[in-house]
């Protein structure tokens, strides 16, 4: 087995005196990665997926539970841990900006013991592999955050871990490289490397595209583990009625409206800009098309319609009530100032 | 000046004082810092004086500087430095905060100028160095037995008037280079170092030929010879005449001088567009 | 064996990274190494203007040395290694923090003590080479005169004390990244240890709580024995005691920085502030 998460929980102290609370970040998460699976853990911003990484990275102590890598407890063996995982995380400051490229390698490389030619080779190797021979040698804080985060991932692959923690591998990248750094993790960390990979996204096609199982994670909480297939049978027979509206509506007043029509499963309002996507999951969206417009029509101005087939984020506001792209951190998580 | 310009102009400085107030009071334990750490920085000159003089009195010194209490040197130093490192880090390091703070361009973008900005900043800094001043001048007088009397506090605030004139001028200047340079920590630390160096804040320059000549081109300079003499020497205002002049020519120079350079570097920055990089 | 190496190879890239750091920021290196120099000036003319030139009798009655020039030259100098420990040891991880590597270096294979040694490989080579320059600029300027062969034991001497201050270090390095304004730190305890060390002055102008504070600095010994060996400067105790207290203290200061380290970064982890800046 790769990787096994159990029962772990996380909680973050928050506010002091009198307004101290904790919110639970991970709460009795549990799950395990098959050796050579690529996992996916997909929720929105907030729902715990970066703090589950930390844990098993050995950069965050649980409150409870217990991960193990390989056999290996990540806090009581960490050193064991940490020689079988390479780290990715997202954001543009995660390497030394006045190095080059090839000089940040040769300094993680010596931390993770590779010495001499064979450090040399496999640094070649992977700029290669990742198409960053011709600027190896000039100094990061000229790098486009693509080719950062191409940088960040030779640093992870150094070593050849047998594990890769991706965390968000794509987030802020211009879709080229988004979709280089995709392709590059299933052909090549998969397909021929073999790899066990945790994957975290709020991306739901590329969680579709790349995993084999996904774990839906919201506010803490495991919500389902199954195949990007089995999700989307989770939902039979049902269709997804989406309407673009203009101006930001109230979800509460929408709901209590439309929640007249009694074969509406599910509804989910994302304001955004000036615009309003309203998501309907119903069976057989056209006994009802005629009844929803009626409604919605006395509140805002429709811009768009349309319906179709589920997606794994239908699927996710099926089970959740919540969108992905929803950020559900809580105010108080911003601990800036001090 | 259109006078509506000018009433919009004071309520702009007003709002940079507020604000800049707001901010050192978040940071609680930055006030009692500079209430109190400009004393302990001179205490090993304290020592020092004890173990080379054996006494409280140093002859050779007095020779230098009119009064033989070395004690009390260091301590108007101490505190006059005070209002050098507000004018440094309050306002030289000003605008690389604000770019660090994320507000600079959007300070910019204000249909204000910077300069009305910074004067605000400016004036914050003179209120904030000079309670803290006050502050020192009572541990000193508890602690240290320096003698203070109130009735020469007028004549001590002209002179300290007269000297942050000229200083936060320079201090606009310095605030317009920081848009121009990345590492601006070094670069007050180092000019912080050359006014300790190169005027009588620590010690009477005139023990050393070079020191003397580079220091009579530092206002600072006079401005504590006519403080000490005040305090020390018990003189007044109108036997410094000669003082006061100088630091009045300098003042026109620097304030002027200040401004000038603070426009073209200003206008540089945009045009460079430098201005966000941080 | 191989792990030793491993660690070894890892000390030494943490410093060839930090100097390549450094030296892309060339007129602040430059600038660097000027600082010093200013820095120990005015102590030293303030000297000859309190006794109207480079001897005095109250010291020379005090420590046996008059020459007041070398006496603070050596004290200033060699306190240097203080700041190095509280500012450029103390605030290597905050620095991590700042560029956003810190993670990425805690998550390799390494334990956070040879990240530390690392540190302090390269903050000691930096202020070695400081020194260095001060050492030449004064002597030029002002003439120092010492004994040759007090400077073999005075390295010595320096060494251990050395070890004490990366205790310092550690301890620091690990309080910047709780508290946000740790450069306070750093200030409040590098004004007070510099009252108490008897850099420019011999403990005994010191008030007798202050004596008793200077007796558990290393850098009371560090100095006091340097100088001894170099210009011999009577101490109020052997050279043997000297060193064995030294000992002791560089012992409980490397523990304690140890400790303070160690629960710090259980508390970061446990509180997962280690990322934020």
Redesign the interface.
């Known amino acids: 087995m790769g990787i096994v998460v159990n029962n772990v929980v996380k909680r973050f102290k928050r506010g002091k005196g009198f307004a101290r609370h904790y919110i639970t970040a991970c709460d009795h998460i549990s799950f395990t990665i098959q050796k050579g699976e690529l996992f996916g853990l997909l929720g929105p911003n907030g729902a715990g997926k970066t703090t589950l990484v930390r844990c098993i990275a050995t950069l965050l102590i649980p409150d409870e539970g217990k991960i193990t890598i390989f056999g290996k407890d990540v806090l009581k063996q960490s050193m064991e841990a940490r020689r079988k995982i390479g780290l990715l995380t997202s954001g543009e400051r995660t390497l030394y900006w006045k190095l080059s490229g090839r000089d940040n390698l040769n300094f993680f490389a010596a931390l993770y013991g590779l010495v001499g030619k064979e450090r040399d080779k496999r640094i070649d190797y992977l700029l290669e592999l990742l198409g960053l021979k011709d600027v190896a040698e000039e100094r990061v804080e000229k790098y486009s955050s693509g080719m950062k985060q191409k940088l960040s991932l030779a640093r992870a692959l150094l070593h050849n871990p047998e594990i890769l923690l991706l965390d968000e591998p794509t987030l802020g990248l211009d879709p080229q490289f988004a979709r280089f750094i995709r392709s590059f993790i299933k052909e090549e960390l998969v397909k021929r490397e073999g790899k066990t990979i945790l994957l975290t996204t709020h991306y739901m096609d590329e969680a579709d595209e790349l995993c084999e199982r996904i774990a839906f994670i919201n506010r803490g909480k495991i919500i389902d583990v199954k195949t990007p297939l089995e999700y989307k049978h989770e939902i039979p027979h049902t269709e997804v009625l989406e309407l673009r509206l203009k101006g930001n509506l109230s979800e509460a007043k929408l709901k209590t409206e439309l929640g007249k029509i009694n074969t509406i499963e599910k509804i989910s309002l994302l304001n955004n800009q000036g615009e309003a996507t309203l998501k309907i999951i119903a069976q057989r969206v056209e006994t009802i098309l005629s009844d929803v417009i009626e409604l919605v029509r006395n509140e805002s101005k429709i811009l768009a319609i349309d319906v179709k087939e589920p997606t794994l984020e239908d699927v996710f506001i099926y089970l959740t009530g919540t969108s992905l792209k929803e950020d559900t951190r809580e105010a108080q998580t911003n601990n800036e100032s001090e | 000046m259109n006078r509506n310009r000018f009433v919009a102009d004071l309520s702009i400085i007003g709002a940079e004082i507020k604000k800049t107030a707001k901010i050192w009071f978040?940071?609680k334990?930055?006030l009692f810092?500079w209430a109190i750490?400009p004393l302990?920085?001179v205490?090993?000159?304290i020592?020092?004086?004890?173990?080379?003089?054996?006494?409280m009195a140093?002859?050779?010194?007095a020779?230098?500087?009119g009064t033989e209490n070395?004690i009390a040197f260091?301590l108007i130093g101490a505190m006059v430095s005070t209002y050098i490192f507000s004018g440094l880090w309050g306002v030289g390091n000003s605008l690389r905060e604000e770019t660090y703070w994320g507000t600079l361009e959007y300070i910019i973008v204000a249909p204000t100028s910077l300069l009305v900005i910074l004067i605000g900043k400016t004036l914050a800094e003179f209120l904030y160095a000079t309670v803290m001043v006050a502050f020192q001048a009572t541990l000193a007088t508890i602690f240290f037995g320096l003698n203070l009397t109130l009735n020469k506090l007028f004549p001590l605030m002209m002179i300290v008037v007269l000297l942050v004139i000229g200083f936060y001028g320079f201090a606009i200047a310095f605030a317009g280079f920081t848009l121009l340079?990345k590492?601006v920590h070094?670069?007050v630390?180092?000019l912080e170092?050359?006014f300790?160096?190169f005027s009588p804040?620590?010690?009477?320059?005139?023990?050393?030929p070079i020191?003397k000549i580079v220091s009579a081109f530092i206002p600072l300079t006079y401005a504590l010879v006519a403080i000490r003499a005040i305090i020390l020497l018990n003189k007044n205002v109108v036997n410094l005449w000669q003082i006061v002049l100088i630091l009045l020519i300098m003042d026109v120079v620097l304030i002027g001088g200040g401004y000038l350079l603070f426009n073209k570097l200003e206008f540089r920055t945009k045009k460079a567009g430098t201005m966000s990089e941080y | 064996m191989k792990t030793f190496f491993h660690y070894l190879r890892a000390i030494w890239a943490e410093n060839i990274k930090e100097w390549k750091i450094e030296l892309t920021y060339k007129a602040d290196f430059l600038r660097g190494l000027i600082d010093p120099l200013v820095y120990v000036l005015p102590y030293l003319l303030y000297g000859i203007a309190l006794v109207g030139g480079r001897n005095s009798q109250s010291l020379e009655k005090l420590t046996g040395t008059g020459d007041l020039i070398t006496f603070v030259t050596l004290g200033y100098i060699f306190i240097g290694f203080l700041n190095m420990a509280l500012w450029a040891m103390g605030f290597s991880l905050r620095k991590e923090q700042y560029w956003g590597t810190l993670e990425a270096v805690f998550a390799a294979p390494v334990p956070r003590w040879v990240y530390a040694l690392g540190m302090a490989v390269h903050s000691t080579m930096h202020q070695g080479l400081m020194i260095a320059l001060q050492l030449i600029v004064i002597s030029l300027v002002f003439k120092l005169s010492v004994n040759i062969s007090g400077i073999v034991p005075s390295l010595a001497v320096v060494g251990v004390m050395l070890i004490a201050l990366y205790g310092l270090g550690m301890m620091i390095a690990s309080l910047t990244l709780i508290f946000k304004q740790g450069w306070l730190i750093s200030e409040a305890l590098s004004s007070l240890i510099m009252i108490v060390t008897p850099i420019a002055y011999p403990l005994a102008v010191l008030p007798i709580v202050m004596q008793k504070v200077a007796m558990v600095l290393p850098t009371t010994y560090g100095i006091l024995t340097v100088r001894h060996f170099l210009i011999g400067e009577k101490m109020g105790f052997s050279v043997a005691t000297s060193f064995f207290r030294l000992l002791i203290l560089c012992v409980l200061w490397v523990a304690f920085g140890l400790i303070v380290f160690a629960f710090i970064d259980k508390k970061t982890r446990s509180s997962g502030t280690l990322a934020h800046y």
């Open positions: 978040s940071y334990i930055l810092f750490f302990i920085w205490i090993p000159y020592f020092q004086g004890k173990a080379l003089v054996g006494g140093s002859g050779p010194f020779q230098l500087t070395y260091v340079i590492e070094g670069w630390h180092t170092w050359v300790f160096l804040i620590r010690y009477p320059v005139e023990v050393n020191t």
